[in-house]
């Protein structure tokens, strides 16, 4: 998946698509690790060269998208990148994070905290409130604050629920939880997961 350390292509080749990276990526000519990589003329804007080496120390370029920091090993990926509007999309998805009355903008400090979403709940009388947390999903800590969030992370300290009104010992009253930190997305991207009850249980719908 591309914006991986392993560079893998971000388009799964087709048959007819070269699978060794010599295919379409000439060897960087010269071995010295200073020395400095030719930017074919061919490259968008917005992006960078690098270097990795084989196994037999051959080098070898790659591409790095500077917004996104999404890596590809191909020209065709590169050029597909940018005619899909992918580009566009992660340009403007980076601009909401300077914008601090965006959502994005807002809790920017979250992505430097992968593990953590923020949780939005009901409570109160006829569940008419809605009360926020900041839930680390993994091991099922729930806090009311950033302060919190940040003395959980430093003295592993689980501050007091401030809310009586709100239970936060299961999923019943979870109206959504928004992750600002996604796997494979550039910044400025949020995922919302919607929680609905069914007839069977939970319902959760998670969008981009």
Not at 5 to 27: F, G, H, K, N, Y
Request: glycine residues 8%; proline residues 7%.
């Amino acid at each position: 998946m591309a914006g991986t350390s392993s560079r893998s292509p971000i388009v799964l080749s087709d048959d007819d698509e070269p699978a060794d990276p010599a295919a379409q990526t000439p060897p960087v000519e010269g071995s010295g690790d200073d020395e400095q990589v030719p930017r074919p003329e061919w490259l968008p804007d917005g992006f960078d060269v690098g270097v990795y080496r084989t196994g037999n120390g051959t080098p070898y370029r790659y591409y790095v998208c500077a917004v996104g920091g999404f890596e590809f090993n191909y020209e065709f990926e590169v050029l597909e990148y940018v005619s899909s509007g992918a580009l566009g999309r992660a340009v403007e998805a980076n601009a909401t994070l300077e914008d601090k009355t965006t959502l994005q903008g807002k809790y920017e400090w979250l992505r430097d905290k992968p593990p953590w979403v923020m949780e939005i709940r009901a409570g109160g009388k006829n569940m008419s409130k809605l009360f926020k947390f900041y839930a680390h999903l993994d091991r099922g800590v729930r806090v009311a604050s950033k302060d919190d969030v940040i003395r959980y992370i430093n003295e592993s300290k689980i501050a007091e629920c401030p809310y009586d009104e709100c239970d936060t010992s299961c999923e019943d009253n979870i109206i959504a939880q928004l992750q600002f930190r996604i796997a494979g997305l550039p910044p400025g991207w949020v995922k919302e997961t919607a929680f609905r009850k069914c007839s069977d249980g939970i319902r959760k719908d998670s969008v981009k």
